[in-house]
């Protein structure tokens, strides 16, 4: 180590080294010369001379020779040089020496190897490496440097001297045993090999076999020749196919590897036999169909019964097999087709009367008749003749006879008078056809009528023809008489009545003689008078046998004429296609291109259907086809579907005809053909010769006689029970019948016997099962059994319910009381019902030790105290009654809106791209186009954020505060005494009147006051409050943007928290007042000491949630400024006319110009898309729709109402809230000639109604409206409400009123009231009871939407929508779209309003105390804000002011401040006052002692200050309450 | 407390190239993630060239979660992102899977989907865009509610495997080893009653 450190100092000394080392070398060369190495002496001494160096000759002699001796054990010999050569070598023979010496000590090197042992302490490992390096070294190094010697050369090379140059040489060797090279890195240039040496290399160890085909002989063993085993005539196996390319590698790879045995004896690689078979192992599938793959293929199998079927079928011995039924279609004719001509009809109808013919003679029913009469007739005169013989019994039944020979005579002639109609029909249709065929020259139908007439005996029919009518004659006479006998009697008997009621009359009328005629009259009138009877007349036989005859000459045959018999044949020719006309060729084409099929429907299910076949021309169907279905249950009902298709394409269905269930004695084979008839009421219009169905057609020429028929026709069918093998019938039992279940189960199925309802039944159940005595021992019945023994041992109590998780008992992990117990389950319920307390917990604690009582205290007290009104909060009952209801309202209103959350839409979970209109991709093409940087930079709007990835401190409120116009200003404080002029313009000074106050602070304050006032705002949010800097003057430009974070309540972000934030936003403007306190005068040359005072000038308040749904604010808003401040006055002609200040000297007040937004822009939430139940008109409710929908397409901007909320939840179109309403009587008769201030006066008590945005109490919900009754009696709302009601009186005044939807700062989408009052339009706010012009710039309302009246909407469709540039004109259509209009008129909706509002008296008692309740509160409040001061009241000034406040009340807050002031300083002389009153409407306490403290008056720190607080409380009718404070603080004037 | 790790370890995902994927935990309530981390975000990974044509990713998951209920147990829910022919990203797969109740090592399988088009146009519009359907939240895989309204397609797999660690589920009345599995817990049932 030393040596290592030296050896760097060396080179500085390298003069003097020199010198030493050579008288030190002189001297070792003589001790050692015995050796004569003189050489490596040199070597040695060389290196001595350098320790000797670093030890500045510390070294003894011995020491030398020691180390020299040292270094010579491991030095290898150095080749000679002239010493004394050295400096003269230029460095390049330098290096050459090196070189040499390098050489040559190799071989000293191994010959010294032993000299001694290597100091290895001392080496590193990494010398060591370079060591070994270095012996390979020698052996590979030519001509260039080595690593080491470049590094050596370059590290030593400022050395000039030959000593140092030597060093490099000879440090390497020393490297070798020692320790100097330590230092030395081992560098070597990156060893890079040319890629062709690198392939060579690679050549060396890497093979790649050849493609080549390997020579046979090298695959065989030596002196050995290929087998060919084929070729020797022995099976040799097939081998699997592999690539020649792929074997030849192989097998060069194998060759290499001299595995010679892989090769066979035909020199080719030893190969299994191919494995794959050229035929499948599989059997075959063979297709039965062609054109079919096997897989696909269907067969037909017979439907089986499930065994699972019957599971309610005890026992297999009961299974009846299927029931067999035949359905036999043969065919279908139809009587009416729409493709029938007018021959057709003609033919269906000749055919049907013809078939009613053959019927009526196979009956014979005349002929029957005819022979009972004879044989009735018969027996009257054999019973006449053998009177006397038979006696009385005979007797008896003669006029029986008679009876009834009268009345089979009446229905004989009946029966025969149909015949001869049916016979005259027949005739006359056949004639209508054969006129038909020749007016249309062709025949269509075969039918053919003959007319066979049957030769009767001319005489013999006469005179049976005779007889019969004088039998007749004689009958009729025989009945007339006794008809005469009869009403004679009755005539008798009627006359007689008759008599002797005249006779009654005529005593009657004698008595009453001398009675007024009236009464007389009367007694008649009730009298009433009997008719005479008449008698009655005797029939004339004369008349009888003329009746007869008539009678028989039309019904009847007459004498000698034929009979006639119609017989239809089918044998005439119908015309063929070529001759006949194209309409009629249509028709045939027609109706060959028609077929029919009928499908087959047991239980109204489809079983089969019948092959569809061709309609003939004679519109028959044969299919002849029959089904056989087989059934288990009795039919319910059998039914066919005919069907008709029409060439290839449609299919309709013509009728549907149900079939009677066949009769179990109806077997196949004896059952009869029945036909049964159908209709169908298509209406079907052909355009050819076809009729049509349902369609009226002619016969006649001229179209008259028009006749209109239906498609019908008649199904035979027949069908009928099968019959089985053994010839037994196939029937169901016809027990089923009624049941629809086998009787033979009918006993053990317990379903059957007692119904499904039995089952619940228990006793019933256990009833049965006593009854069909079933066996125990089956297992089928083992869990009946197990039941009704349950039910049977003791009065098991059945329960009264059905359970449908009977299995949950045993999920439960805790008993249910246990469950209800536990806190912790408690907490998990309730949190998973989202009940609000609990909605968010995280966390719940896993012991229930965790859960502290607290945690449902709260909540269980709002549970109890739902109904119990606390008054404490609210100081009147009313009040808190009310915030219960509201409260209430709220949670019903929370528990629909959670519901509604739960129900999804697409867009809620999915986002997609909305399909881009035409209009876009357009807007997109021209966004190309536009200028990068354009010159009027448009505001872009800012991408939204979800609200669900906010964390605090996400969101910021920005501020930015612009300016101020018209800042009320101070009074300028002069000694000079100056009236008050009655001008509000003109400067009042407050302590005119007093001398007293003119000291020489207020002479300070007046060099203060040069500057009229020094306004600064300051923003409060969250308890976070930031303040602008001091401007100057009325009108003031800060132009700052203040910064507040926002915290979301709970940190929770989602929209429905954010919606629910209640802060409000706090913009104050204070004037900055600097007061000299320099209390000695004499300090004032010396220093200044002022203090900073603020007074309270005005504030503007603004909800967050209007920020959050508005996303940004931006206008100009009034300054809610006290109508009184003491000490200010309203700055008026002192400012530079401009141009608008005329304007704005129109609306008196400060303004104030703000920007507030949210920073990121929050989305705010939708409303509840939930459909509420209406009742309201469906069709108008639609047309709601569409006018919403025409509306919002046309104008996206602006909304329209139709249909509102009510507050039961119902929809409610929006006009019928609107409805003339009363006012109170007491505001209406406070001024009675000044319409003007009644309606401000009703306006403001519409404003006194304190206002609650539904967003905050109903959160996330879409407005709620409230009938006014509604909203008097909650004494709550907001702009809506307020806007209806105020709507509502001045409708009621009889002023013509509108409701405004539109948009307004701060409010945002708000409600307003238009009125037209002589001609101006007039705009009201309704929450503050202002009004503005149509032309007022500062109206705060911005844009107008609808206009609503009692019976109309109104759309503005102008191009603006700003009130001052619109016209209000409602009758233009082109400016506003009605809702009701001519098409659309007013149904005359009736109103949700009351008929009339009725109001409470105003309760003065009640207000005078809760004013000194508010007043008790407020004082308090203060001293409890001044906690480190002492409060001192002022009561002097309390009571001034406390008068003061009715006056105040009395002028609403206007023209009195001149009086005020004068007022109050001449009662408060000395005293400086600040303060103000303050105007709310009254709701709770809290917002009181907010507005108390937001105006900063307790922050006044001047120690002698005093307070004053004053309140008065003004009610009005209804519970309203107007609520006025005065505070100020008083500093006694030194 | 249960401890996982454990990494996404592939995805199968015919006809795409290039996909990276994201994860999130979906947890209930009672939840709290004790240390590692809730979301990640993959490399980009390029279909392998050889057979089986997975997407290896080899994403670690690491994290630890603690409790106190175990209802809203932790699920994992993957999102799979990939370019799509026009060098758009588009989202290629969704997918949940709770985290396995039992300790030690499991492996997953999650079938991928993604939510389709409402309708023709649309799907060739957002085709034509790059802006495929997506879901507002990946978090809703990983709930049932709403899911109703939506259409959705199959689009591959993604295997996860998971070494899951789990601390005093026992002492709590919980358990989920599997060895407990198949020998139900001695414990009278009135004692582990007591537990919870």
């Given at each position: 180590k030393y040596l290592q450190i030296g050896w760097f100092k060396l080179v500085d000394e390298e003069k003097m080294i020199q010198l030493e080392s050579v008288s030190l070398m002189k001297r070792l060369m003589n001790s050692f010369n015995k050796r004569s190495l003189k050489l490596i002496t040199f070597q040695a001494v060389r290196f001595l001379s350098d320790v000797q160096l670093r030890y500045s000759g510390g070294f003894c002699e011995e020491d030398k020779l020691h180390l020299i001796m040292f270094s010579l054990s491991g030095l290898p010999p150095v080749p000679s040089t002239?010493?004394?050569?050295f400096s003269e070598l230029s460095i390049r023979e330098r290096m050459r020496e090196k070189l040499k010496a390098a050489r040559s000590k190799a071989e000293a090197a191994l010959s010294q190897e032993d000299l001694g042992p290597r100091?290895?302490?001392?080496?590193?490992i990494r010398e060591r490496k370079a060591e070994l390096r270095l012996d390979e070294g020698v052996s590979v190094q030519n001509d260039y440097p080595s690593a080491e010697e470049a590094y050596n050369f370059f590290t030593l090379n400022?050395?000039?001297?030959p000593e140092g140059i030597k060093v490099g040489a000879r440090k390497r060797k020393i490297g070798e045993l020692m320790v100097?090279?330590?230092?030395?890195l081992v560098m070597k240039p990156a060893e890079c090999e040319r890629y062709s040496e690198q392939l060579q290399k690679e050549k060396e160890f890497l093979f790649i076999p050849s493609m080549q085909t390997v020579p046979t002989s090298q695959k065989m063993p030596e002196n050995m020749q290929p087998r060919y085993l084929e070729d020797e005539g022995l099976y040799a196996e097939e081998r699997p196919f592999v690539s020649p390319s792929n074997q030849n590698i192989l097998e060069n790879r194998i060759l290499r590897q001299e595995q010679?045995?892989?090769?066979?004896d035909d020199g080719r690689i030893l190969a299994l036999p191919n494995?794959?078979?050229?035929?499948?192992t599989r059997p075959p599938v063979f297709s039965?169909?062609?054109?079919?793959?096997p897989e696909l293929e269907t067969i037909y199998r017979k439907a089986i019964k499930t065994?699972?079927?019957?599971?309610?079928?005890?026992?297999?011995?009961?299974?009846q097999g299927p029931f067999q039924l035949d359905i036999d279609i043969s065919g279908l004719i139809f009587t009416?087709?729409?493709?029938?001509s007018r021959e057709h009809v003609l033919a269906a109808k000749l055919a049907q009367l013809y078939d009613q013919y053959l019927a009526r003679k196979q009956k014979n029913l005349t002929e029957l008749l005819t022979d009972k009469l004879r044989a009735l007739r018969n027996a009257v005169q054999r019973s006449i003749d053998s009177a006397g013989a038979s006696g009385p019994t005979a007797q008896q039944s003669i006029p029986e006879y008679k009876i009834e020979i009268r009345q089979t005579r009446r229905l004989r002639d009946a029966e025969q008078e149909k015949d001869r109609m049916l016979l005259k029909s027949i005739i006359k249709v056949w004639k209508e056809m054969k006129s038909l065929r020749e007016f249309q020259?062709?025949?269509?139908?075969?039918m053919k009528l003959c007319l066979r007439k049957e030769e009767v005996d001319w005489r013999s029919d006469e005179k049976a023809y005779e007889a019969e009518i004088q039998a007749e004659i004689s009958e009729l006479q025989e009945e007339y008489m006794e008809e005469y006998e009869k009403k004679m009697e009755e005539y008798k008997t009627e006359l007689q009545e008759w008599k002797s009621w005249k006779k009654a009359q005529s005593k009657k009328k004698k008595k009453k003689k001398d009675l007024q005629e009236e009464e007389s009259i009367e007694d008649y009138d009730l009298g009433g008078e009997p008719v005479k009877p008449v008698p009655p007349k005797m029939v004339d036989s004369l008349e009888i046998e003329q009746q007869v005859r008539e009678k028989a000459n039309n019904f009847r045959r007459k004498p000698g004429e034929p009979a006639l018999i119609p017989e239809l044949v089918l044998s005439g020719s119908v015309t063929p296609s070529e001759q006949c006309p194209r309409a009629e060729v249509l028709r045939r084409e027609d109706v060959n291109k028609r077929s029919a099929f009928i499908k087959v429907f047991f239980n109204s299910k489809e079983v089969s259907r019948t092959v569809t076949r061709p309609l003939s021309s004679d519109f028959r169907v044969h299919f002849g086809q029959i089904f056989n279905l087989q059934i288990?249950?009795?039919?319910e009902s059998l039914k066919l579907q005919i069907y008709e298709t029409t060439g290839l394409s449609s299919t309709t269905l013509l009728a549907e005809v149900f079939i009677p269930v066949p009769e179990?004695?109806?077997?196949t084979g004896s059952a009869p053909m029945e036909e049964i008839e159908f209709s169908s009421n298509q209406r079907v219009m052909l355009d050819h010769e076809g009729v049509g169905s349902d369609v009226s057609f002619s016969f006649e020429a001229d179209g008259s006689n028009q006749m209109t028929l239906m498609t019908s026709g008649k199904v035979s069918n027949s069908v009928s029970w099968a019959v089985g093998?053994?010839?037994?019938?196939?029937?169901?039992?016809?027990?089923?019948?009624?049941?629809?279940?086998p009787s033979a189960l009918k006993n053990i199925d317990a379903i059957a016997s007692i119904?499904?309802?039995?089952?619940?039944?228990m006793k019933k159940l256990a009833k049965w099962a006593a009854e069909t005595?079933?066996?125990?021992?089956?297992p089928n019945n083992a869990a009946l059994m197990q039941m009704i023994m349950v039910v049977s041992s003791?009065?098991?109590?059945?329960?009264d319910f059905f359970r449908l998780?009977?299995?949950q008992q045993e999920f439960n992990f805790v008993s249910d009381e246990e469950f209800n117990r536990s806190k912790r389950f408690r907490l998990l319920q309730l949190r998973n019902e989202e009940v609000a307390e609990f909605?968010?917990?995280?966390?719940?604690?896993?012991?229930?030790?965790?859960?502290?009582?607290k945690l449902f205290q709260e909540y269980e007290k709002k549970l109890h105290e739902k109904d119990v009104i606390d008054s404490k909060h609210y100081l009147d009952a009313r009040r808190a009654v009310v915030a219960s209801y509201l409260q209430k309202v709220r949670e019903s209103v929370i528990n629909r809106f959670l519901i509604a959350k739960h129900h999804f839409l697409l867009s809620d979970l999915v986002n997609e791209e909305e399909i881009p209109t035409l209009g876009i991709l357009g807007l997109g093409l021209f966004k190309l186009a536009e200028?990068?940087?354009?010159?009027?930079?448009r505001r872009k709007e800012r991408k939204k954020v979800t609200a669900q990835n906010l964390s605090d401190g996400d969101i910021k409120l920005l501020v930015n505060i612009i300016r101020a116009y018209d800042i009320p200003v101070r009074k300028p404080v002069t000694s000079k005494l100056q009236q008050p002029s009655k001008s509000s313009r003109s400067f009042n000074e407050m302590?005119?009147?007093?001398?007293?106050?003119?000291s020489p602070t207020n002479n300070v304050d007046w060099a203060f006051d040069q500057v009229l006032v020094r306004p600064f705002v300051e923003v409060s949010f969250q308890r976070t409050v930031c303040r602008t800097t001091t401007a100057e003057g009325p009108?003031?430009?800060?132009?700052e943007e203040l910064e507040f974070p926002f915290r979301a309540p709970n940190g929770d972000y989602s929209t429905h928290s954010l919606q629910s934030v209640k802060d409000e936003v706090f913009i104050n403007i204070f004037d900055e007042v600097l007061r000299d306190?320099?209390?000695?005068?004499?300090d004032r040359g010396s220093g200044i000491h002022t203090r900073v005072e603020r007074h309270w000038l005005g504030c503007v308040k603004i909800p967050f949630t209007t920020i959050y749904f508005q996303a940004r604010i931006d206008g100009t808003f009034k300054v809610n400024i006290p109508p009184v401040l003491l000490g200010y006055s309203k700055e008026?002609?002192?400012?530079?006319?401009?141009?608008y200040d005329s304007v704005r000297n129109l609306s008196e007040g400060s303004y104030i110009t703000l920007f507030i937004t949210i920073e990121p822009q929050l989305v705010p939430g939708e409303s509840v898309r939930e459909k509420f139940d209406t009742q309201e008109d469906e069709k108008l409710l639609q047309a709601a729709e569409k006018y919403e929908v025409e509306c919002t397409s046309k104008f996206p901007n602006r909304q329209c109402l139709t249909t509102v909320i009510d507050l039961n939840g119902k929809t409610v179109?929006?006009?019928?809230?609107i409805k003339p309403l009363n006012p109170p009587q007491e505001l209406l008769d406070a001024?009675?000639?000044?319409s003007q201030t009644t309606a401000e006066l009703v306006a403001r008590y519409v404003a006194l109604i304190p206002f609650l945005p539904d967003s905050v109490?109903?959160?996330?919900?879409c407005d709620l409206w409230c009938t006014s009754d509604q909203f008097l009696d909650l004494l709550a709302g907001d702009e809506e409400e307020h806007a209806v009601l105020l709507c509502n009186y001045f409708l009621g005044m009889g002023k013509k009123a509108w409701l405004i939807i539109g948009n307004a700062i701060?409010?945002?989408q708000t409600t307003y009231v238009l009125t037209l009052e002589q001609s101006q339009y007039v705009i009201w706010n309704p929450s503050t009871g202002c009004f503005y012009k149509h032309?007022?710039?500062?109206?705060?309302?911005q844009s107008v939407y609808c206009l609503i009246s009692c019976d109309n909407i109104w759309f503005n469709i102008q191009q603006w929508d700003s009130p001052v540039r619109?016209?209000?004109?409602?009758?233009k259509p082109k400016l506003w779209k009605p809702f009701f209009s001519r098409s659309l008129p007013y149904p005359g909706l009736c109103s949700v309003q009351p008929e009339e509002l009725v109001y409470q008296h105003s309760d003065k008692a009640a207000a005078v105390e809760l004013q000194g309740r508010i007043e008790k509160i407020l004082k308090e409040k203060i001293m409890e804000w001044r906690p480190r001061h002492l409060t001192r009241w002022n009561r002097y000034c309390t009571s001034t002011l406390r008068n003061f406040l009715p006056l105040l009340e009395q002028n609403q807050g206007k023209d009195v401040e001149d009086d005020h002031q004068t007022e109050l300083q001449k009662q408060l002389g000395d005293y400086r006052v600040s303060g103000f009153p303050i105007h709310m409407p009254f709701s709770e306490v809290r917002p009181l002692v907010e507005a108390v403290h937001s105006?900063?008056?307790?922050?006044?720190?001047?120690?002698?200050v005093e307070f004053a607080l004053a309140v008065y409380v003004h009610p009005y009718p209804q519970n309203v309450l107007s609520t006025w404070i005065y505070v100020a603080s008083l500093v006694r004037n030194q | 407390m249960v401890a996982v790790n454990g990494q996404i370890e592939s995805g199968q995902f015919p006809g795409f190239d290039d996909l990276y994927c994201k994860f999130c935990f979906v947890y209930g309530q009672?939840?709290?993630?004790?240390?590692?981390?809730e979301e990640g975000i993959s490399q980009i990974t390029s279909k392998s060239d050889?057979?089986?044509t997975t997407f290896v990713w080899n994403f670690p998951i690491d994290i630890t979660f603690k409790s106190?209920?175990?209802?809203?147990?932790p699920q994992i829910v993957v999102s799979v992102y990939g370019p799509d022919f026009f060098g758009n990203d588009v989202v290629r797969g969704y997918g949940a899977v709770h985290?396995?109740?039992?300790?030690g090592r499991h492996k997953r399988t999650i079938a991928m989907f993604v939510p389709e088009s409402t309708s023709k146009l649309q799907k060739f519009t957002s085709w034509f865009t790059g802006r495929r359907p997506e879901f507002t939240?990946?978090?809703?895989?990983?709930?049932?509610?709403?899911?109703?309204?939506t259409r959705v397609r199959s689009q591959g797999f993604v295997t996860i495997s998971f070494n899951v660690v789990t601390k005093d589920m026992k002492k709590l009345g919980?358990?989920?080893s599997p060895s407990d599995m198949q020998n139900p817990?001695?414990?009278?049932a009135t004692e582990r009653i007591h537990k919870y």
């Open positions: 002239s010493r004394m050569g100091p290895r302490h001392l080496k590193s400022f050395d000039p001297e100097t090279d330590e230092d030395f010679v045995k892989w090769f066979g494995p794959i078979r050229q035929s499948s039965m169909e062609e054109g079919i793959p065994t699972a079927a019957n599971q309610y079928l005890v026992g297999p011995g009961d299974f009416h087709h729409p493709c029938f020259k062709f025949t269509n139908t075969p288990f249950n009795w039919p179990t004695t109806v077997l093998e053994k010839g037994i019938p196939l029937i169901p039992p016809v027990s089923q019948q009624n049941t629809g279940i119904g499904t309802s039995g089952l619940t039944d005595k079933l066996d125990p021992n089956d003791g009065e098991a109590n059945i329960p998780e009977q299995l909605r968010n917990y995280k966390q719940v604690p896993l012991h229930e030790r965790e859960i502290s009582e200028p990068k940087r354009p010159l009027k930079p302590f005119a009147a007093s001398p007293s106050a003119q009108n003031p430009n800060w132009n306190v320099t209390e000695d005068d004499r008026k002609n002192l400012g530079i006319e401009r141009g179109f929006i006009t019928r809230y001024l009675p000639n000044s109490s109903f959160a996330g919900i701060p409010e945002g032309y007022d710039t500062f109206c705060p309302l619109i016209s209000f004109d409602i009758s105006t900063g008056v307790h922050t006044i720190d001047v120690s002698n | 009672d939840w709290v993630p004790a240390a590692g981390l050889v057979a089986p106190t209920n175990p209802s809203g147990w985290v396995p109740f039992t300790s939240d990946p978090k809703v895989v990983a709930r049932g509610e709403g899911r109703e309204v919980y358990d989920v817990s001695l414990v009278p």
